[in-house]
């Protein structure tokens, strides 16, 4: 069975503070994406990366995808309040059938106090 | 262009009763996707649907629950007998057709909470 495994699975931490947070598999996907989802919506895509060591920024976000492919992290430079939310990462993969199946993890739930 | 719209946003319903959850994709979309939520929980898979074709239902339970999408309208995901046990956050996603990356990503709806009492 995949597993996607992150953590931490709760962060607390001030506004202006630095943070990491990790996406880990035994398993090798395709590409990995990343989602944010805040309390009462729906999950919002932020960046799927594809290649092997690839880094991907999004203003104070920067997303990297582990040379294998089996992990990734997030870092946010810099937290603010509007960045509290549930991470959720999700690594593609194709199951026997060839059709192609999305891995999810639990999320981190981060809170950024002002 | 419209984003994926889920209603109800809200259903209460009493034990035994019925619950119809609708989904209405991205225009240009034709996979969905359905998801259950319980509070301070990540998103479980239910199923994955194609126009008239259900791809993936491993992770919908074997009694009471089924899910379609037909040819014209909504995917419906239907929700029989219903048990208090079955109140939770639904979402539905979409992705768009194709065999690159982006062919992959997928576009949540706002999701329907149902209750049941």
């Known amino acids: 069975t995949q597993l996607l495994e992150q953590s931490p699975q709760f962060l607390s931490i001030q506004e202006g503070e630095n943070l990491t947070v990790y996406c880990n598999s035994s398993?090798?996907?395709?590409?990995l994406q990343w989602y944010r989802q805040e309390p009462g919506e729906g999950p919002v895509l932020l960046v799927t990366v594809v290649t092997g060591g690839e880094v991907k920024k999004l203003k104070r976000l920067t997303f990297q995808f582990g040379d294998a492919r089996k992990d990734s992290s997030l870092h946010i430079t810099a937290a603010q309040p509007g960045d509290t939310g549930l991470y959720l990462c999700?690594?593609?993969?194709?199951?026997?059938?060839?059709?192609?199946?999305?891995?999810w993890g639990l999320g981190t739930s981060l809170a950024v106090n002002p | 262009n419209a984003g994926v719209m889920q209603n109800p946003r809200h259903l209460v319903r009493r034990r035994g009763q019925e619950a119809r959850l609708r989904c209405s994709p991205m225009?240009?979309?034709?996979?969905v996707y359905w998801y259950r939520q319980l509070p301070e929980e990540g998103l479980k898979f239910m199923v994955y649907l194609q126009k008239e074709n259900i791809i993936d239902e491993s992770g919908m339970p074997k009694e009471r629950f089924s899910a379609e999408f037909p040819k014209e309208g909504p995917s419906i995901l239907r929700i029989q007998q219903v048990v208090r046990g079955d109140s939770a956050a639904y979402f539905c996603?979409?992705?768009?057709?194709?065999?690159?990356?982006?062919?992959?990503?997928?576009?949540f709806g706002p999701g329907t909470r149902l209750t049941v009492t």
């Open positions: 398993s090798v996907f395709s590409s």
């Open positions: 996603a979409s992705s768009p057709v194709g065999t690159g990356r982006r062919a992959y990503e997928q576009y």
């Open positions: 225009k240009g979309h034709s996979h």
């Open positions: 999700a690594g593609i993969s194709f199951n026997a059938g060839n059709n192609r199946k999305l891995i």
